[in-house]
């Protein structure tokens, strides 16, 4: 390999970035149950039971929490899908997705 081989190859690794993480946030609602609540967070967002009471229970104190972070197709996914499970089901869960600061 030459010299100018090895330099091309450290340009471009150096151009990669990580991919921007965007946060996943429960909101606070009155009206959907716990229960439900934490079915979701297990099933879509893989947390534990204790995870997700925990997520929950701040949510419900502060109005809104962290679930988790992923690439923002990732999160976006998620919150499309715990979103669509919700309304089939006459609740009115919420989730946002921001940047990660």
Do not use: W
Request: a neutral charge; glycine letters at 2%; aromatic letters at 8%.
């Amino acid at each position: 390999m030459s010299d100018s081989d090895l330099k091309t190859r450290k340009s471009i690794r150096q151009k990669l970035e990580r991919p921007k993480r965007y946060q996943v946030i429960l909101l606070n609602d009155d009206f959907t149950p716990a229960e439900f609540v934490v079915f979701v967070l297990k099933g879509e967002f893989r947390l534990d039971v204790l995870q997700a009471e925990h997520v929950m229970e701040t949510a419900h104190k502060k109005g809104a929490n962290v679930v988790s972070t992923y690439p923002r197709d990732v999160a976006e996914t998620k919150v499309s899908r715990a979103t669509e499970t919700a309304v089939r089901m006459g609740y009115p869960l919420k989730f946002i997705v921001e940047p990660e600061e």
